[in-house]
Antibody, heavy 127, light 111 residues
Framework: QLQLQESGPGLVKPSETLSLACTVSGGSIRSTSYYWGWIRQPPGKGLEWIGSIYYGGNTYYSPSLKSRVTISVDTSKNQFSVRLSSVTAADTAVYYC???????????????????WGRGTLVTVSS | EIVLTQSPGTLSLSPGETATLSCRASQSISTIGHNHLAWYQQKPGQAPRLLIYGASTRATDIPDRFSGSGSGTDFTLTISRLEPEDFVMYYCQKYGTSPYTFGQGTKLEIK
């Protein structure tokens, strides 16, 4: 059974860079059927997609975060990571990683739905 | 960018009743043969769980009390015979093209 686990600092200072990793177990991150995504949820608010990456390195990013986000993959560790620069209090959230299933049609393939998800990790931005 | 609007924001019902949740897209998210919409359930303190993809296909181990329908811009999640554990948050999500955005959510609460 595929499982994902987020890891990284729970507290980041304003203007610094938030860095989290997601370790995939029970399956290979090198699968051709999936992207791997990051989603966040500020306390008491809704879900916001951050970005997704294919094992080969192709990425999609949220337009609202694109200037500050970098997602990378390390296939040797079966892991992918997110870095968010110049953080503010507005970046305080629970950060989830999830498998992003590819949907394929006659016109090609693109990322679809998220399943499964990691349990999430709370990152607080505060001095 | 396509925006998803969920309604109502909060839905108050009793166990045993049927819930109808709406998700409207600002432009069509359907192509020939597929509707690019997923539904998730989120319980307090937990990660979201996939319920439905392709607007109407139940994910693995999702009971048939949960059903999805719709196409184009209007989609519905129907939950029949509500059980106490169903009274939580629900989100829709569009795919097909980036960005892969979520609706703002509907809270299903006990009346």
């Amino acid at each position: 059974q595929l499982q994902l686990q987020e890891s990284g600092p729970g507290l980041v200072k304003p203007s610094e860079t938030l860095s989290l990793a997601c370790t995939v177990s029970g399956g290979s991150i090198r699968s051709t059927s999936y992207y791997w995504g990051w989603i966040r949820q500020p306390p008491g608010k809704g879900l916001e997609w951050i970005g997704s990456i294919y094992y080969g390195g192709n990425t999609y990013y949220s337009p609202s975060l694109k200037s500050r986000v970098t997602i990378s993959v390390d296939t040797s560790k079966n892991q992918f990571s997110v870095r968010l620069s110049s953080v503010t209090a507005a970046d305080t959230a629970v950060y989830y990683c999830a498998r992003h299933t590819l949907y394929c049609s006659t016109t090609g393939c693109s990322p679809g739905w998220f399943d499964p998800w990691g349990r999430g990790t709370l990152v607080t931005v505060s001095s | 960018e396509i925006v998803l609007t969920q309604s109502p924001g909060t839905l108050s019902l009793s166990p045993g009743e049927t819930a109808t949740l709406s998700c409207r897209a600002s432009q069509s998210i359907s192509t020939i043969g597929h509707n690019h919409l997923a539904w998730y359930q989120q319980k307090p303190g937990q990660a979201p769980r996939l319920l439905i993809y392709g607007a109407s296909t139940r994910a693995t181990d999702i009971p048939d009390r949960f059903s999805g329908s719709g196409s184009g811009t209007d989609f519905t999640l129907t939950i029949s015979r509500l059980e106490p554990e169903d009274f939580v948050m629900y989100y829709c999500q569009k795919y097909g093209t980036s960005p892969y955005t979520f609706g703002q959510g509907t809270k299903l609460e006990i009346k």
